[in-house]
């Protein structure tokens, strides 16, 4: 098996096959991020006299970049790991590696894989991209329906044509009727698949797991492979991080903070609403409280006790339950 990392940006792939793991000797190649780039990568590749089968490529997650080139090159039989950027860059760091250029992480992607043999990825099913796909398009209309109601805030308190506010105010109504439309297309879209539905449905029976929070953690779900609750948290930012060294460093543990920061907000406000309607979390809330955390701390941990639930929800089939959840 020969390995190959690629560093992804916007409109290019900069790879670097590794041929050999102890000498670090290795061939460079940049393509187009393209499907027709990832032909000429192959193509490349076979001049090597490697196929496909026996190439592992290594990239790290960046968002829909690197979802296209995944795709391509799963469909053609290459062995596909997308890797943890925090991971790679204290990998990096480990081989005394500072500089920091697409080629350099390229190869440092190639020597991560040779070395830690990451798991393979399968892509998930159609239905849940187009379900993350809804998703962030709904986010991204939220966003900016936010940002016209605070220009039109602005338009009350200065002095503003008139044409100005009729314009804003036509984007505003505008803007609502999509975020309707998109609540629609998601709502929809769950109804019509079974699965995603009797989840959504698990998740819900939650207190103070709402359709929000339920969606966007049905997505995460549903897109990503994880194989405990606490792998699940982790990759939501939510597990603590010492700062203790000897006798001189004692900070207060904070939430790692890793993982999609927009997921983390509803979580938190999941969590506010659950320390007052989840009996266990409430309870939880409290003890921490009453052996002296603070308020941010113990709402961490309601928020990481939330994910965990949600996680052994769908993991044992069950509905949510007050005479059984006292056990997670």
């Known amino acids: 098996m020969f390995f190959i990392g690629?560093?992804?940006?916007?409109?290019?792939?900069?790879?670097?096959?590794?041929?050999?793991?102890?000498?670090?000797?290795?061939?460079?190649?940049?393509?187009?991020?393209?499907?027709?780039?990832?032909?000429?990568?192959?193509?490349?590749?076979?001049?090597?006299?490697?196929?496909?089968?026996?190439?592992?490529?290594?990239?790290?997650?960046?968002?829909?970049?690197?979802?296209?080139?995944?795709?391509?090159?799963?469909?053609?039989?290459?062995?596909?790991?997308?890797?943890n950027p925090a991971q790679v860059k204290q990998f990096g760091r480990s081989?005394?590696?500072?500089?920091?250029?697409?080629?350099?992480?390229?190869?440092?992607?190639?020597?991560?894989?040779?070395?830690?043999?990451?798991?393979?990825?399968?892509?998930?099913?159609?239905?849940?991209?187009?379900?993350?796909?809804?998703?962030?398009?709904?986010?991204?209309?939220?966003?900016?329906?936010?940002?016209?109601r605070n220009r039109l805030e602005k338009t009350e308190v200065t002095e503003v044509s008139p044409l100005i506010s009729q314009s804003i105010l036509d984007t505003i109504a505008f803007m609502e009727q999509q975020l309707a439309k998109l609540e629609e297309n998601?709502?929809?879209?769950?109804?019509n698949h079974p699965n995603l539905k009797e989840d959504r449905d698990l998740l819900t029976s939650i207190p103070a797991v709402g359709a929000q929070v339920g969606n966007q953690l049905l997505s995460v779900l549903h897109n990503l492979s994880f194989h405990s609750a606490e792998q699940f948290a982790?990759?939501?930012?939510?597990?603590?991080?010492?700062?203790?060294s000897g006798s001189s460093i004692k900070g207060r543990p904070r939430l790692s903070k890793n993982g999609p920061a927009h997921i983390r907000a509803k979580l938190?406000?999941?969590?506010?609403?659950?320390?007052?309607?989840?009996?266990?979390?409430?309870?939880?809330?409290?003890?921490?409280?009453?052996r002296g955390k603070s308020k941010m701390s113990a709402l961490g941990a309601v928020m990481r006790k939330l994910a965990?639930?949600?996680?052994?929800?769908?993991?044992?089939?069950?509905p949510y339950q007050s005479d059984y959840a006292v056990s997670y």
């Open 6 to 83: 690629i560093d992804v940006s916007k409109a290019k792939l900069d790879c670097s096959l590794l041929l050999d793991v102890g000498s670090g000797k290795r061939k460079s190649k940049s393509v187009a991020n393209s499907k027709s780039g990832i032909t000429d990568l192959l193509a490349w590749c076979a001049k090597q006299f490697i196929a496909p089968v026996d190439l592992h490529a290594i990239m790290e997650g960046t968002g829909a970049y690197h979802e296209q080139a995944a795709m391509a090159l799963f469909d053609t039989h290459v062995t596909v790991s997308i890797t």
């Open 95 to 148: 081989l005394g590696i500072r500089t920091k250029t697409d080629g350099v992480d390229s190869f440092i992607l190639a020597k991560y894989g040779a070395l830690i043999c990451p798991k393979p990825w399968l892509p998930p099913a159609s239905e849940a991209r187009e379900l993350h796909a809804l998703l962030t398009r709904r986010d991204a209309v939220s966003q900016d329906l936010q940002r016209e």
């Open 186 to 191: 998601i709502d929809q879209h769950i109804n």
């Open 234 to 244: 982790a990759y939501l930012g939510l597990v603590p991080v010492e700062r203790q």
């Open 268 to 290: 938190y406000m999941a969590a506010i609403v659950a320390t007052r309607h989840n009996p266990h979390l409430k309870g939880l809330y409290q003890r921490l409280q009453a």
């Open 308 to 318: 965990h639930i949600c996680f052994d929800v769908l993991k044992t089939r069950i």
